[in-house]
Every structure is written in C-alpha cells, then in structure tokens.
C-alpha cells in the first residue's frame, strides 16, 4: 500500500494526505512538486526515475473501509536534502531522457 509520506524528502514542506503538490516515484520517495521541477528535474535523486502526482486518498469511508480513517498516512519523516550541485551532475545524462525510456 503507497505510504503517504508526511513531507518533502528535501525541504520538508508538508505534504499531507489531500496534497496535490505531492509527487512520488515509483518507489515512493516523495517530494513536493517545486523541488521536483526546481531542484530534481523530474529525475529521482535514489532511483534516477521520474515522478506523477501522488493519488489522495479518500478521506471517508467510501467503499469497504478503503479510506484514510482505517489505512492512515505515514508519520514517518524522511528529510534527506539532496546537494544540488551532485544531483545535477548525477541527473546531467538522465534528465534529457524520457521517464518512460529510462
Ligand atoms: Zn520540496
Ligand atoms: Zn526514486
């Protein structure tokens, strides 16, 4: 189940679960969507991958205690802040190419 972490792994602005600024690669390490288009470039700094938007979901119990009361997001804080001048080195022969062909 997708984890809803609480922050931005760099900056650690809160992202909580109705965010529609959260962003996440496909082994969720979630960042907000500035660092992801300002610092990161859409180019994971653990997995080299891309990000889409992170999914919310549902705040009420909607269907089959699917929803946020029975399945809670994460508290768990992952703050590691990325040096931004060794991400871009190491995102230099990634970014131009599509997430999809990487
Ligand atoms: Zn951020
Ligand atoms: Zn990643």
Not at 36 to 52: Q, T, Y
Not at 74 to 98: L, Q
């Amino acid at each position: 189940m997708l984890e809803l972490r609480p922050t931005c792994e760099h900056c650690n602005k809160a992202l909580p679960p109705a965010s529609t600024e959260a962003r996440i690669c496909s082994y969720e390490c979630t960042f907000c969507a500035a660092c992801v288009d300002e610092v990161l470039g859409n180019v994971c700094p653990n997995c080299g991958g891309g990000f889409v938007p992170r999914p919310v979901r549902p705040s009420r119990n909607w269907k089959g205690d699917n929803y946020l009361g029975h399945d809670p997001a994460s508290t768990r804080v992952r703050h590691k802040p990325v040096d931004p001048d060794a991400h871009a080195r190491f995102a230099a022969g990634i970014r131009a190419i599509p997430p999809e062909q990487r």
